[in-house]
């Protein structure tokens, strides 16, 4: 797969805008301020085709990327306090719209930041996941934010933490700054490369 060849496609803002589902998609999700973009960007080995924000809740959008023969998709972060009642109903319609609408989801990359326990908001996401039988791997964002001691600490609770929801699942730390995990990452998405 040639990352130099990955795009920006398009942005949609409400279910009723997005077009058929035509090539595999690989979702990236997690909550607000987690780190999305900044492992979209360092998977295409780029600095900013996806949009990186200092300011929590700016994803609003389902943004779509293609990479040869695969789509890359960019969902809203959720859990976002600051946000009206009104964006939080949208971003739930367009949520179960996108994951309801027979869409040729192959797998979806569950962020959850390393250095804190996964929070409520994480955990609904992967129950969605789960019992909707939508494959995921757990991104753990930010490991290099975290001493040696504290990877090791964090390492050996996300598990428990996590319970069912990581039974079988693969669990990558990754970081943004020095690459790791950005291979495991691009091997699994060209895992369903057609």
Same mark, same amino acid.
């Given at each position: 797969m040639n990352y130099?060849?990955?795009?920006?496609?398009?942005?949609?803002g409400t279910f009723d805008q997005l077009e058929a589902s035509d090539l595999p998609e690989?979702?990236?999700?997690?909550?607000?301020?987690?780190?999305?973009?900044?492992?979209?960007n360092k998977v295409l080995g780029r600095k900013a085709i996806a949009r990186v924000s200092t300011k929590p809740g700016k994803t609003v959008t389902v943004?779509? %990327?293609? !990479?040869?023969?695969?789509?890359?998709?960019? #969902?809203?972060?959720?859990? &976002?306090?600051?946000?009206a009642a009104t964006e939080?109903?949208?971003?739930?319609?367009?949520?179960?719209?996108?994951f309801n609408s027979g869409?040729?989801?192959?797998?979806v990359f569950q962020l959850v930041d390393m250095r804190?326990?996964?929070?409520?908001?994480?955990?609904?996401m992967l129950d969605f996941l789960y019992n909707a039988d939508i494959? %995921?791997? !757990?991104?753990?964002?930010?490991?290099?934010? #975290?001493?040696?001691?504290? &990877?090791?600490?964090?390492?050996t609770k996300i598990e428990d933490e996590l319970g069912k929801y990581a039974n079988g699942v693969k669990i990558i730390p990754f970081s943004a700054l020095s690459?790791?995990?950005?291979?495991?990452?691009?091997?699994?998405?060209?895992g369903f490369s057609v």
């Open positions: 130099n060849n990955a795009v920006f496609e398009k942005a949609f690989i979702c990236f999700s997690g909550r607000s301020n987690v780190g999305k973009s900044s492992l979209i943004n779509f %990327y293609r !990479v040869d023969n695969i789509r890359l998709v960019d #969902l809203p972060g959720y859990g &976002y306090a600051k946000v939080r109903e949208r971003w739930a319609e367009l949520m179960e719209g996108y869409r040729n989801i192959k797998t804190h326990p996964a929070t409520e908001f994480d955990i609904s494959p %995921y791997t !757990v991104i753990l964002t930010k490991s290099d934010k #975290l001493n040696k001691s504290q &990877y090791n600490e964090r390492m690459g790791s995990g950005t291979e495991e990452i691009r091997k699994i998405i060209e």
